[in-house]
């Protein structure tokens, strides 16, 4: 048994790096988003490669926002409703009113951020955003796929408390790389969803019931090699968790096509590349740069440049929910480099977007802005 804590100990700090389903995990189940699309979502397939490439980019943002952790879990069982219902109050507004904005942060915002990016997803298609759209979808791959991972949505989330510790690691890193080409599936149909905060909610709620099904595994896996480095402990692991973890995994490519459809929809089905939005940061007459410094903690500096004269140039900043926060530019300009600097006023800390368009294209650049 110490032997067990100690190992455990060990793999803890992989844990607390990973923490989720790892990189080959988030790449698969993005990747194949693309079996559920059908004929009418056609369009995306050119999508899958970008899905795939940015499908870990919500993870790598822990490293310099620090309000992106809490993003990715949540421990539904330190709700007392959850533990009497099953279920919890599933709005912001009512579940801060009953908890606090600091406990419910505290205990992970998975669905809501969920839910947060699934509106910028929807709002993206409103304008015809396709740059936005692909980042907002990648960033919505992820945090479906957290979802579906059992131990994101427990306070238990490394066995810490039932003997289990370093599951985490052990289960959604080591095993899903050294068995991923045996995590295979089929798409599934694709529907429209009648309540999106319901159906958030229900894949957690749903996929919370697994989380003894991994314990279980765990324990078996170790009754049969205490060397969690061990060919047996491994194939022993994935013997008894293959079944499940692969219906995770297919519901959560599934999840993800049908949001993705669901936000099209919603914003009526436009077709891609119907405006002249960029998806290439280079191309064009134009240039924006990344902002410097980024992050930034008072204010920064945007720089682009025009290869040539335009009549109507605007640079705007976006919230992550996609509104208009600040208009720094709306001109006409002659080709040449630009400067201008933004200071935040009155702006809480997070993800904001510089958006420049030139009247042709429009390009965007991701900055974290830290009070």
Not at 29 to 45: D, E, T
Not at 112 to 132: C, E, G, M, Q, V
Request: charged fraction near 15%; hydrophobic fraction near 35%; glycine fraction near 6%.
């Amino acid at each position: 048994m110490l032997k067990r804590i100690f190992s455990g100990f060990l793999l803890l700090l992989v844990a607390i790096i990973l923490i989720s389903w790892g990189s080959t995990g988030h790449d698969k189940i993005s990747n194949n988003a693309s079996l559920s699309f059908f004929q009418q979502m056609a369009q995306f397939n050119s999508w899958t490669s970008y899905l795939v490439a940015h499908a870990s980019d919500a993870d790598d943002r822990k490293a310099t926002d620090p309000t992106e952790s809490p993003k990715h879990y949540i421990d539904i069982d330190m709700y007392a409703d959850f533990n009497t219902t099953h279920h919890i109050r599933q709005t912001w507004d009512s579940i801060v009113a009953q908890n606090g904005t600091l406990w419910v942060t505290n205990n992970g915002i998975l669905p809501w951020t969920t839910l947060a990016t699934y509106d910028s997803l929807k709002n993206a298609f409103l304008h015809y955003n396709w740059t936005k759209a692909m980042f907002f979808a990648a960033d919505l791959g992820h945090y479906v796929a957290d979802g579906h991972m059992p131990l994101h949505i427990t306070k238990n989330y490394d066995g810490q408390n039932s003997g289990n510790d370093g599951i985490h690691s052990r289960y959604e890193s080591t095993m899903v790389s050294g068995f991923n080409s045996q995590i295979t599936y089929t798409g599934d149909t694709v529907h429209l969803i009648p309540n999106v905060n319901h159906y958030v909610f229900n894949y957690i709620y749903t996929n919370y019931t697994y989380i003894d099904s991994v314990l279980a595994a765990d324990d078996y896996a170790y009754g049969l090699s205490t060397n969690y480095y061990s060919t047996t402990y491994k194939n022993a692991l994935w013997s008894k968790s293959q079944k499940f973890t692969k219906l995770l995994f297919k519901n959560a490519s599934h999840a993800l096509a049908e949001l993705i459809y669901n936000a099209w929809m919603e914003a009526g089905s436009p077709t891609l590349g119907t405006s002249s939005i960029s998806t290439n940061p280079s191309s064009g007459n134009y240039r924006l740069e990344q902002n410097s410094p980024n992050p930034f903690h008072t204010s920064t500096q945007i720089k682009f440049t025009l290869d040539a004269n335009s009549p109507d140039v605007s640079l705007k900043i976006l919230d992550f929910h996609g509104k208009i926060v600040s208009t720094l530019l709306q001109d006409s300009k002659t080709a040449g480099t630009y400067t201008i600097e933004w200071t935040p006023k009155d702006l809480p800390s997070g993800i904001y977007f510089c958006e420049l368009d030139n009247g042709n294209a429009v390009q965007v650049k991701k900055m974290v802005y830290l009070r």
